[in-house]
């Protein structure tokens, strides 16, 4: 029972760690991180490209620190740095973020060997997931230098170790003060165009320009077809007024009838120049790519830092032409300048040497905000957007993770649960069992005290009566007492085997062997008279208590003997029937009978209903002079 006990206290145990409340709401917040991802852009499909970016020596383990740096040309404020992984796609290599190294920092310094330096970024500590998207860190500072420094490397296919980043943009508002940033490092592997330590600057990555898709279609402007690539084209934007420019952007034309050539129209070379007057008498210099074929940007813009330069006219001059389709031409999807943190080309006038102006193309649509792609976004907000998104993926698959366990943890509570219930149950089962048992045994011993007074009452009393009458018959030599001395014998051996029968019998007593009990003291105790006893034929329902059949048996003892000695019955018909619930005898003879409101007042009467009473029953006796006796008994099979 202490073990029961025991486990119902485990119970509430088990309950109570099963219904505890983890500190975060994991539900709830998968919910939230699924909201605030639908308002996010989605990652754009990976643009392969000729320059990849960056990529360190080989060393000999991981275990190392390599590091990259980008020289801002003085020391200047600056709001965010973004690290864009590199997209290497190939056979050889795979696809993915290749290189990025698992653990690394950002660190900003006015001094170039960073004997002294601020920690932007610090992911020292723990493996980032690897992952094509951006990495965006708010950095509000003021340095001249920002150094990425990989403190663990990522690991070569034969086991050595290096790192590789795409591109590295250090922003201040929208404008990149990285952009064509000159770029030193610990040790450059550089295998061009794929991986120079230009790449890193250069603006172009594999994630294209900062476009959200728009139902707004703008393809661009789109100079006149020429017949050979070398011609000269141009197009030119008035800002309205001289001011300063910080950068110039240039955004490539996609149009959805060339969805396989984007990059579509961006000349094979050209120069970028800025200038007071619109004839550009004196034009000043912001890219030259004249000399050699400059390498088609996809969808990537293309960058050209001005430095304060002031200018009213920008202009693009195009002296190698775009092939199309056996014909040449020169288009530009958009054209951004940037001065005080804002873009003053947006909506400016457009004028060119010729153009083809369609529903789609136009000098106005150079400035007007969109590509073909869609609405440009200011660029580190697009980025720190991207950024977000994979952080939030990061952390849902990390919930989704943590919910599975928790729901592994709370299958393991509710098999323990399980188990103990069983324990309990088992537990119980047998404290049941042995207290039935300890009951059964009380029961054993209350009938053996029972069978005791029962054998001291009416064996002992027909043993003292035989002696006394046994005494007078030697001294008076009386017939009539030996008769009465054979009588009382016979009694007394019956009352014996009556009373043995329960206590041999294994087990819990039948009501079959009860009947066979029945027969064999009816015979033995009516002599001549004609007797029988029905009993049914089928197999009893249930098997009821000793104390049952004691009170059973020594009601019909009593009955029988009481027809035997004083009905003088010729024929007696007795009757057993049970149910699942009563049990009834019936005792019927065709002797002299009695007037039972005229009873003597002996003890047989009041012995059959003391038996009827033990047995919670009721008992009905019927019978006149003359005419017999008739009498009915019904018990419930089990009683307490």
Known sequence: MRSCLSCLALLPLLAAAQNRADPMDIEQRIASIRQELAALPELPPPQPSARVGFHSQFVGTTQAARWVQVDLGESRDFDSVVVVPAFFASAEQGSGAYGMPPRFRVDASDDADFGSYQTLADHTEADVPLSISPLFTAARTHARYVRFTATRLAQQRLGRGFFALGELFVFSGPVNMAAGAPVTSSGAYETQPTWMLGNLTDGLTHLGAPITPSAFRSNGWHSGIAATAEQTKWVQVD????????????????????????????????????????????????????????????????????????????????????ERAGDYVFALGELEAYAQRRNVALGAAVTSLDETKTGTWGGAMLTDGHTSLGTIQPWPQWLARLSRRQELITELAALRVRREALAGQRRQQWLMLAVAAIVLAAVIALWLQRRQRLHQRRALNDLRRQIARDLHDEIGSSLGSIALMSELALRDGDQAAMQDIHRLSREAAESMRGIIWLVREPGMPTLERLVETMRQTAGSLLGAAEWILEAPSELAPTAPSLDFHRHVFLFFKEAVHNIARHARANAVRMEVTWTMQVFTLTLEDDGVGFDPARSSGGSGLDNLRHRAAALRGQVEIASSPGKGTRIHLAAPLHFS
């Open 239 to 322: 800002l309205g007024t001289a001011m300063p420019i910080d950068e110039v952007r240039l955004y490539p034309a996609h149009p959805p009838d060339f969805p396989e050539r984007p990059g579509f129209g961006f000349p094979v070379r050209f120069r970028v120049e800025a200038g007071a007057d619109a004839a550009f008498a004196h034009p000043q210099m912001l890219l030259d790519a004249t000399a050699a074929d400059f390498i088609n940007p996809a969808d990537n813009p293309v960058e050209m830092p001005a430095k304060g330069l002031s200018a009213r006219y920008l202009r693009v001059t195009a002296t190698r032409l775009w």
